[in-house]
């Protein structure tokens, strides 16, 4: 069974950078495509980045797209968020998502069974 824990949040300023990482644990994890989705307070979760189990396949969010990349690294079990250009409406708990294949609705949260607990990116103005 696969887990996720997700790490690389903080605090940073308007036009900064910041790398989240998920990590998983289970064997099976190189096969799984993975997302990553965010929430806003008061806000619905809303899709940011999905990238398939070989990494040749990639979509992102309207908002995110030209300034986040999405990528893995099978070999250590972990997915990568690098989000550049960061702005104050990035401010959110970032989510990492697994699922045994990617879907055609790779954008919608009930297209995956596993989840991390979240990390917290802060973007100050």
């Known amino acids: 069974q696969v887990q996720l824990v997700e790490s690389g949040g903080g605090l940073v300023q308007a036009g900064d950078s910041l790398r989240l990482s998920c990590a998983a644990s289970g064997r099976t994890f190189s096969s799984y495509a993975v997302a990553w989705f965010r929430q806003a307070p008061g806000e619905e979760r809303v899709f940011v980045a999905a990238i398939n189990w070989y990494g040749d396949r990639t979509d992102y969010g309207d908002s995110v797209k030209g300034r986040f990349t999405i990528s893995r690294d099978n070999a250590n079990n972990t997915v990568y968020l690098q989000m550049n250009s960061l702005k104050p409406e990035d401010t959110a708990v970032y989510f990492c998502?697994?699922?045994?294949?990617?879907?055609?609705?790779?954008?919608?949260?009930?297209?995956?069974?596993?989840w991390g607990q979240g990390t917290q990116v802060t973007v100050s103005s």
């Open positions: 998502a697994a699922n045994s294949y990617y879907s055609a609705r790779y954008y919608s949260q009930a297209q995956y069974n596993r």
